[in-house]
């Protein structure tokens, strides 16, 4: 088939490639012309596992192509849009406003037949205003809703083999013509027994916003245990554990630490939030109030902690702060908890060395005033104190000997509870985590 993906970041790039990989012929098409240039030639404008390799191998086809004018879109029959939602500035709510752009420069282009395929995580309600949108200018075309659930760092795999498809189309009807259009378009995935569920366009949309409400209150459940354990004297890995065995709570999602960050989970609850207030259901969702200030205090308290680490004086202390990016995996600094931790440590006085394999670039452009150091062992020397923000396999394995004999003071701060407490005391270090004793 022949696709257009329009907005080529974190979701769209590994989208196009991914389509691409199913046999499709694709361009994807962005504004930002160095993203394009970078796309074009084979090269991954962000990090993200297995990547580069996918689109070398595509490009070698001649099915994947780039562009940044909508005129390539001309003459292909599926466009999926994957451009950005942020939160609008000073406001919990989306801004949608990429999205209608996109859409109100695609539609010169669309044909009679064509289906417009949203990703983007929109407020409810959006779908069905751009359907309208659409139909004014061609009537023939379709809008299809198809949430998008990757996880970054495993966002190809994600892409190509999902848990789950949906597709929201008007009155949820599963005999819709595009619901065929995108059965042809994901038939590989669909052949081996992928789950697809048909919605209506409000139920597609709630269903994304709802499954990061649920993922983001899952991680401030345990958090808030976290909370409980450090004021009782209890563990809350322990306690993650035991809990997680009930198979109707399970293990993943509960490890308590400095929270989510991202540009997803965040952004998303407080949107969700907006448009329940504007719906008039915002008493149903002010538990994600406390979701989000549960997360938010976490960050609070690993600077508190530090401190206390550090015989509670903060100024002047050298502070190596391991990991920028939001998780592992990925070079995605957006609202990163680790960095966020950095920047309030360094406010109150402390000298910030960060170090990550991947983000640094990124990191130094959010928050140019830390100092960042890509080699590990040269950020680790003369340390007064090591926090681990972003649990990369190099800092798991890191050897609490040879980690000594770098630093000036053996404190370390777990922030993602990913180390060994024996392991690191047994070698003079003094050891805190999250949540526990
Ligand atoms: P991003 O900021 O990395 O990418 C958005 C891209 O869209 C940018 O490259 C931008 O230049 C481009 N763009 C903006 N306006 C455009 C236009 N009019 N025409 C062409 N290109 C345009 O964002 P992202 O992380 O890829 O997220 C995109 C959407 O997908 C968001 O709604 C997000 O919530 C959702 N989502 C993201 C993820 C993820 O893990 N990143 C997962 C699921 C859903």
Redesign the pocket.
Known sequence: MRISV???????AVHAASMAKLGHDVVG????AK?VAALSAGTAPFFEPGLDELLNEVQSTGRLTFATD?AAAAGRSVHFV????PQKKGENAADVS?VD??VA?LLPFLNPGDVVVG????PVGTAARLANLIAEQQPDANLVWN??????GH?VQDTLSPDRFVYGVPGGDEEHAAVGVLDEVYATPLSTGTRRLVADYATAELV?ASANSFLATKISFINAMAEVCEAAGADVTVLAEAIGLDERIGRKFLNAGIGFG???LP??IRAFMARAGELGADQALTFLREVDAINMRRRTRMVELTRELCDDRLMGRHITVLGAAFKPNSD?VRDSPALSIAAQLQLQGAVVTVTDPQSLANAARRFPELNYEPDLDTALRGADAVLLLTEWDQYRSLDPHETRALVREARLLDGRNVLEPQKWRAAGWTYRGMGRA
């Open positions: 329009i907005g080529c970041g974190y979701l769209g098409i962005d504004l930002d993203k909508m994957c451009v950005g939602t990429y752009a996109a420069s990703k983007s995580t929109v949430p998008e659930f990757l996880r970054e966002a994304k991202g540009g997803c952004k998303d995605d």
